[in-house]
C-alpha cells in the first residue's frame, strides 16, 4: 500500500464521524494510531469545524501522558477546535470551579464508599489490621461530618493522595468525582454534552473504568455527542485501566492490520502473541531484513529463601547474560537497547543500586516510590531539573546550555533574579564560578551539603518540605515502624542527604534515557531498531509477572490468570519496540524442555533458538 494513502480502519473512522456514530479502533503495535488519531481530529474540522466554533463548541481528545499531549497539539498546529489535554487536566478543568458538586459528590459516593472499604477489612478482632481499618473508618466518618464546611478545593499534578478537610484532592479520587457526577448530576451531563460533541480517548486501554462507563453511558443514544476510543487491549500497562474496552450501544469496532514499524520477521511473532489482531507488514518496513533470536539461559536453582539469588548467582547470572550476548555478537552493539523488568535489575547495572533500595525500603511510603520512578521526589527534584543538567554541561563545558537552565530554572539569575541588572560579561563569569563550585561540591560533598549550597546560591527553590528537612538535626532513634511510620520521610531524607553525588548521577541518566538500559514498562511507544529482551523472573521478583510460566509453563509451571494476562501484554509491548531485529534471553531452569514448548506453542521456530548452559 501507499505509505499515504488512509488505511481502510481510518475510511472506517471518517464514516463513522459523517454518520455521528460511536466507534473504538483496535490498533496493534507499530500500526500508527496516533496518526488516525490526528487524522480523526482533521476529518472532523473539515466536515464541521467552523460550525462548532461559531456555536461555542470543542472537541475533546484525552491523551495518557503530557508528552502525548504537547505532540497531538503541535501536529493539529494548536487548532483552537480541539481541547487536547490528559485526562486528569481535563476532569479538572471542567469540575474545578464547582465545590458545590464535589462536596455532593464526596458526600453522597466518594466518602462512604472509602468508609465501606475500611468496615469489610475489619473482623472485630484485634489485630494490626483490623484495628487500622477500623480506626480509617472512624476519621473517614469524620471527615463526612466536616465536608460541609470546605469552602474550596484544589488539585495539582503532585497531589497523589487527597486529604478532603483541606480541600486536597488526588488523582484517583478525581476520577471518582468525575464519574459521580456524569452518572447524578443531569446538569453536569447536560453542559458537557452541549460543549463537547465529540470525544477522543487515546489509549483506551488504560483508561479507568469509571471514567469509560461514564462516557459510553453520555454517548448512549442516536447522534451527537459521540465517542471513539483508540487503543489496544493487548498493550496495556497499568491494572487500573480498563484493558478490553468498547463503546455505547450502536458503537462500531474497528480493527487497524497494518504495522509500519516492524520487520516482518518481527511481525510474525508478534502475531503467534494474540488472535484479535493479524498485522500485516506496510510501507518501508515490509522490506525491511530483519532478524528474531531468543536464547535459553540455564539459571540456577535459587539458595536464598523466597526464591532468590544469592550475591554470587547474581553475578552468574549476569555473566551468562554476556555470554548470551557475545553469542548473537552483539557484545559491540552499543545502541540496542537492553529491557528489564524490574528497575532494580537496572539500578544494579548502572550503579545507583543504594539509591533505588532506599526510595524502595523500609522507610519509603508507595507515594515516595512512585515519585522516584518518575524522578518528582521532593528530594530529587532539584537534582533531577537543575543541579544533574548544570554539573553535567560544566563537565562538557557547554556554557550555552548552562546560561539557559541557570536562565530558566533557578530563581537567582532569571529576568527578576538578583542577577538580572548586571552586564552580560559579569553575569556570565558568576555562572561560571557558582557551577563551577557546585561541580566540585557534587563531586566531593554530600548531596546535603550540595543542597544547602545551591539553595543559598539561588539555583534552587527548595519546596516546603525539602527546606524543613535541610534545617532539622537528624534523627537519632532506631526506626520503628509502629511509632514512627507516619514520620518515615524523616529517616529516608536522613540517609539521602548523607549520600554522595554518584549514584543520582546514573539516575538521572537513566530518567533522560542516555544509557541503553529501560525497563519493560518504560517503553511503550517507543522503537528501537536493535531490542534486547532480558527474562530472569528470580532476579526481576515481582510476583505480578513470571515469563517463564508465560512461554514454557510445562517447563516452569502454569501461570495464575493475572500472571498471564499481564505477562503476556508486557512480553507483547516488549517485542514490538523492535524495528529490525529482537533478542529474547530467558532464564530457566530446563532451557530443553522450554525450547520445544516454544516451538510447540508456534512461537520461535528451530533455527531462532538457542541454549546457554
Not at 71 to 98: A, C, K, M, Y
Not at 136 to 160: M, N
Not at 516 to 537: A, L, R
Request: aromatic content about 8%; charged content about 25%.
Amino acid at each position: 500500500m501507499k505509505c499515504l494513502e488512509p488505511t481502510q480502519a481510518d475510511q472506517e473512522v471518517l464514516k463513522c464521524l459523517r454518520e455521528k456514530r460511536p466507534f473504538a479502533m483496535i490498533a496493534g503495535a507499530g500500526s500508527g494510531k496516533t496518526t488516525s488519531l490526528v487524522e480523526a481530529l482533521k476529518a472532523l474540522d473539515r466536515l464541521g469545524g467552523h460550525r462548532m466554533l461559531r456555536d461555542g463548541q470543542k472537541a475533546v481528545c484525552i491523551t495518557y501522558t503530557n508528552r502525548a499531549t504537547d505532540v497531538i497539539r503541535d501536529r493539529l498546529r494548536q487548532n483552537p477546535l480541539f481541547v487536547v489535554s490528559t485526562l486528569h487536566s481535563f476532569l479538572w478543568g471542567e469540575i474545578g470551579h464547582f465545590p458545590k458538586s464535589i462536596r455532593e459528590a464526596l458526600r453522597r459516593s466518594i466518602i462512604p464508599a472509602q468508609i465501606a472499604k475500611q468496615k469489610s477489612k475489619d473482623n472485630g478482632g484485634n489485630s494490626k489490621a483490623a484495628r487500622i481499618a477500623r480506626e480509617k473508618a472512624e476519621e473517614l466518618e469524620k471527615v463526612l461530618g466536616q465536608i460541609d464546611s470546605v469552602e474550596t478545593f484544589e488539585y495539582g499534578d503532585d497531589s497523589g493522595y487527597s486529604d478532603f478537610p483541606l480541600g486536597q484532592i488526588g488523582h484517583e479520587d478525581l476520577l471518582y468525582i468525575a464519574s459521580d457526577l456524569f452518572k447524578n448530576s443531569k446538569s453536569f451531563r447536560r453542559i458537557i454534552a452541549q460543549k463537547y460533541p465529540y470525544w477522543f480517548i487515546d489509549e483506551a486501554q488504560d483508561t479507568s473504568p469509571e471514567i469509560i462507563a461514564s462516557l459510553n453511558e453520555l454517548c448512549n443514544g442516536n447522534g451527537l455527542p459521540i465517542v471513539g476510543y483508540f487503543g489496544d487491549p493487548m498493550q496495556q500497562i497499568y491494572d487500573t485501566g480498563m484493558g478490553n474496552f468498547s463503546g455505547p450501544a450502536n458503537f462500531q469496532l474497528i480493527t487497524k492490520v497494518e504495522n509500519f514499524r516492524c520487520s516482518p520477521e518481527v511481525i510474525v511473532l508478534l502475531n503467534a502473541f494474540r488472535d484479535d489482531v493479524q498485522q500485516v507488514p506496510a510501507c518501508k518496513n515490509a522490506s525491511i531484513e530483519g532478524s528474531v533470536a531468543i536464547t535459553l539461559v540455564k539459571m540456577e536453582e535459587p539458595e536464598l529463601p523466597r526464591k532468590r539469588y544469592s550475591d554470587g548467582q547474581l553475578e552468574r547470572a549476569q555473566q551468562k547474560l554476556i555470554a548470551a550476548i557475545d553469542n548473537w555478537k552483539w557484545a559491540a552493539n552499543e545502541d540496542a537497547k537492553r529491557l528489564f523488568l524490574a528497575r532494580r535489575m537496572i539500578a544494579r547495572r548502572m550503579g545507583f543500586l543504594r539509591l533505588h533500595d532506599l526510595f524502595n525500603g523500609d522507610f519509603a511510603s508507595n507515594r515516595a516510590k512512585s515519585a522516584f520512578e518518575k524522578g518528582e521526589h521532593f528530594l530529587l527534584k532539584p537534582f533531577v531539573e537543575v543541579i544533574v543538567p548544570l554539573v553535567k554541561a560544566h563537565g562538557e563545558g557547554d556554557s550555552n546550555t548552562i546560561m539557559r537552565i541557570l536562565t530558566s530554572r533557578t530563581r537567582a539569575f532569571n529576568s527578576s533574579g538578583e542577577h538580572s541588572g548586571k552586564a552580560i560579561r559579569e553575569v556570565r563569569k558568576i555562572a561560571n564560578d557558582v557551577t563551577t563550585t557546585l561541580a566540585e561540591k557534587f563531586e566531593s560533598e554530600t548531596l546535603g551539603q550540595v543542597l544547602r549550597y545551591c539553595t543559598h546560591q539561588g539555583l534552587i527553590r527548595a519546596s516546603e518540605n525539602l527546606e524543613l528537612h535541610l534545617e532539622r538535626s537528624k534523627r537519632e532513634e532506631e526506626y520503628d515502624e509502629s511509632q514512627h511510620g507516619t514520620e518515615k520521610t524523616d529517616w529516608l531524607a536522613d540517609a539521602f542527604l548523607e549520600m554522595k553525588g554518584t549514584e543520582v548521577e546514573t539516575y538521572c541518566s537513566f530518567l533522560d534515557d542516555n544509557t541503553p538500559y529501560s525497563t519493560q514498562h518504560g517503553v511503550k511507544g517507543e522503537e528501537y531498531d536493535d531490542v534486547i529482551v532480558v527474562f530472569d523472573d528470580v532476579e526481576a521478583a515481582w510476583t505480578h509477572y513470571t515469563f517463564a510460566k508465560l512461554l514454557a509453563p510445562k517447563a516452569a509451571g502454569s501461570p495464575n490468570d493475572s500472571q498471564l494476562a499481564r505477562s503476556r501484554k508486557l512480553a507483547y509491548v516488549c517485542f514490538s519496540r523492535a524495528v529490525k531485529n529482537l533478542r529474547v534471553a530467558l532464564f530457566t531452569l530446563d532451557p530443553q524442555a522450554a525450547a520445544e514448548e516454544l516451538m510447540a506453542q508456534g512461537l520461535f521456530q528451530k533455527a531462532q533458538i538457542s541454549i546457554q548452559a
